[in-house]
């Protein structure tokens, strides 16, 4: 490093020497570094037993039925899914060999948006044989025919 002592001809140097300065600094960062208590608290929390993760719902190999319900749940085989579990459970399908059915029956009071949701998620998975069951439930000629 370079250091001056002033300029040729003999006059004072009129900058301020600013080491000192700096190492009063460095001296006081230390000393406030050091006498910062260790965090040595603890929280001591109480955390819920692991549970094993549920099994999926069988899968039939000849046909599968998802069913929307009006309370906005999924359900696989009478078996309440998630959005997850419904595309793990479409990709297990594809690997079947003969693919097995797919049925699709949202009931008359389900979530419109919902049921979309869940058209997406069998379109994406590329489902072959998909069919939607239960239409004639909801026209006029089955409510007559009900009757």
Known sequence: MAMSGGKDDGSPMMEMNT???IDV???LLIMFIITIPVAT???DIDLPPATPPDTPPPINPVK???TITPQGQVMWNGTVVS???LRSLLAETLKM?????LQYQP???ASYDLSAKVLDIIK???VTKFGFVGNELYSEFGKAGAK
């Open 64 to 66: 599968n039925k998802v």
């Open 19 to 21: 080491t000192p300065l």
């Open 124 to 126: 994406v998975s590329k």
């Open 83 to 85: 959005g997850g579990e």
């Open 25 to 27: 600094m460095l001296v």
């Open 107 to 109: 009931e008359a009071e």
């Open 97 to 101: 060999q003969p693919e097995p059915e």
């Open 41 to 43: 608290h603890s929280v």
